[in-house]
């Protein structure tokens, strides 16, 4: 089959495509702003610590350069010091760093404190966070089972390590996990009917380590003898011994099941070259996972692998199974997955140019470097559109697709994702055919001449606020602003789901407690679609104003009068969404 995906504007939407054997084949693009109104991200001013910048719906209520031992003033985008991805834990944000890892205090947002730094060499430095344990990836060399700085002695480590942080000032390591390939990014998983582990997902993208550093590796072809690639490991640990972690299955999750071939995915580019040209840099190459991201109550998992994005059963932990896969031409390295809250949904992120390049150009076609938001239906994803940060950057910026999350707004699909240095982006996608930006934040190049390394890594939601660690200048801390786009009443109801940690390849599934902010969120939403029509609206809003009175003087049932007459009003399946919304805050009161 010839696969061909037609030239197409930098801006406009316009349907664009079909699924046919498993492989994506166009796509539809998100609307920008006109012409006539233009971005302000568009030609902001160089600088590391000082550079332009540009906002929209979201307030910056912080930022807290990197500490010392972190970074290197004099080459802000040093390799060694590249700040990475965040977990969190009860009050603190643990923000990973290629020299080891911060914790800072995160209890009140806009004065975000340092607690602990912990040098601990090796990149790309990924934490997760699980109750008092602290995980992170190590691919690079130099790292050392002991943390030691200096890379010529000590005992070689790449993999998994694994810290104890009761002690939130002195963290301590406990156990280090050995790996062939050592560990890029990791996900935790865990399993709702075991309470005594948790499974962690073990994507390592590096080359395959002699085996007199780790027995067993192996570079072997896919048809040789137990080869190190094609392959995840997963890691149990027990969490009354953690240091008792270690590797209970290679997980084989790219075999056909018609030839039983461990290599069944992807293996290289369809084409010599990639759509806009150039190289595919990297290339869609299926031997491993860059990402995955574990949805364990509804028992699926999505990885980004290479040149796949594929669907896994982990109903099971410690032995996933992959159920659907896709591929698309346009995607040079699939990066990361995020689902809906309803796992209906599953979008991928493409790494095109590996993080290192300018892809965000006005030469840079939408769907490339971009996102791809699939539905998913009867265990198969079914793709629906692109999303790419819907203006241009400059070519001295490294702007790509990378890591984000939902904000928890009931109702709707809304994620925050980072760019690198395009920035961080707020958009829509409960119209998975029709994704819409609603809010941004952007900073000029850190040079104006050339690219050097910077930007969000990631961008993240939790209880309220939106962290970004951005690779040479530090964490970002932002709240959202009630807009044309997002209401009051939906960020309130956002901000009060609570969650004791986050890691965002272990996604949770959000239930939000009924409360009146819940309520006017999926009223606001209605009066945004236009579709209550303006008699009931003026009704529902002034019945939803007594109640909200009544409740807070104590009058009980009065409130319950007033949120009855509502649902009595309320009909249609355009609004059984309000009308629960009401029947569960009228019993809950």
């Known amino acids: 089959m010839t696969l061909r995906s037609p030239s197409r504007p930098r801006r406009g939407r316009q349907a664009l495509g079909v699924i046919a054997a498993g492989l994506l084949l166009a796509g539809a693009l998100p609307g ?41 003033p004099n080459n802000p985008g040093a390799g ?35 607690v602990t730094s912990v040098v601990c060499p090796g990149g790309q430095g990924d934490p997760s966070v699980f109750g008092n344990l602290v995980f992170m990836s190590v691919e690079e060399t ?10 010529s002695v000590g005992t070689r480590f790449q993999g998994v390590r694994i810290f104890d942080i009761s002690d939130v000032r002195n963290p301590v390591q406990v156990a280090a996990v050995q790996l062939c390939r050592g560990s890029h990014t990791h996900t935790v998983v865990t399993d709702p009917k075991d309470k005594n582990n948790v499974y962690i997902y073990n994507s390592g993208t590096a080359g395959v380590r002699p085996a007199n550093t780790m027995e067993g590796c192996n570079n072997n072809p896919a048809d040789g003898d137990n080869p190190s690639r094609w392959r995840i490991e997963v890691i149990k640990v027990p969490l009354a011994a953690p240091q008792q972690a270690a590797v209970v299955n290679a997980a084989r999750l790219f075999t056909d099941p018609a030839t039983g071939r461990i290599d069944g995915l992807q293996n290289g580019p369809t084409t010599p070259r990639h759509p806009s040209g150039g190289t595919w840099s990297p290339s869609p190459n299926t031997n491993t ?16 692998c290479q040149g796949n994005g594929i669907l896994v059963d982990i109903s099971d932990p410690a032995n996933p199974v992959r159920i659907d896969e896709v591929s698309d031409p346009n995607f040079a390295y699939w990066h990361s997955a995020t689902f809906n809250n309803d796992g209906t949904k599953v979008i991928f992120t493409d790494e095109w140019g590996g993080g290192s390049g300018a892809r965000c150009r006005d030469i840079d076609q939408p769907e490339w470097g971009a996102n791809a938001i699939f539905d998913i239906v009867d265990g198969k994803m079914e793709f629906r559109s692109y999303y790419k940060l819907p203006v241009p950057q400059s070519t001295a910026e490294n702007c790509v697709a990378h890591n984000g999350s939902l904000i928890p707004v009931p109702g709707r699909d809304i994620m925050v994702q980072a760019w690198y240095q395009g920035g961080l982006s707020v958009f829509d996608f409960t119209d998975s055919a029709n994704p ?26 939790y209880n309220g606020n939106l962290y970004g660690n951005e690779m040479a200048r530090g964490l970002d801390v932002f709240a959202l602003k009630p807009s044309q786009h997002l209401s009051a009443a939906e960020i309130k109801a956002a901000s009060q789901v609570k969650l004791p940690e986050f890691n965002a390849q272990h996604q949770p599934k959000i239930e939000w407690t009924p409360s009146f902010a819940v309520a006017r969120a999926h009223y606001d939403q209605a009066v945004r679609a236009n579709t209550l029509g303006k008699q009931m609206t003026s009704q529902v809003d002034k019945f939803l104003e007594r109640a909200e009175k009544f409740a807070a003087e104590g009058k009980r049932s009065a409130a319950v009068a007033q949120l009855g007459a509502i649902s009595n009003q309320i009909n249609g399946a355009e609004h059984q969404a309000l009308k629960q919304a009401i029947l569960d805050l009228r019993a809950s009161l």
Do not use: M, Q
């Open 142 to 151: 130099r790292g050392r089972v002991d943390c030691g700085t200096n890379s």
């Open 32 to 72: 920008t702003a006109s012409a006539a109104e233009p971005d302000p991200r568009v030609g902001l001013g160089a600088g590391w610590l000082d550079a332009e910048t540009a906002i929209s719906n979201l307030e910056h209520l912080a930022n807290r350069p990197k500490p010392a031992g972190f970074v290197d």
């Open 436 to 461: 819409t930006e609603i809010a941004f934040f952007d900073r000029g190049p850190i040079n104006a001449d050339r690219i050097v390394s910077g930007g969000y890594w990631s961008v993240y939601w």
């Open 289 to 304: 996972c860059h990402d995955i991201t574990a949805y364990p109550e509804i028992g699926l998992a999505a990885g980004a």
């Open 80 to 114: 060694s010091f590249i700040a990475s991805d965040l977990g969190f834990g009860d009050k603190y944000a643990v923000l990973g760093n290629y020299n080891g890892f911060n914790i800072v205090d995160i209890s009140k947002p806009a004065d975000p404190t340092l």
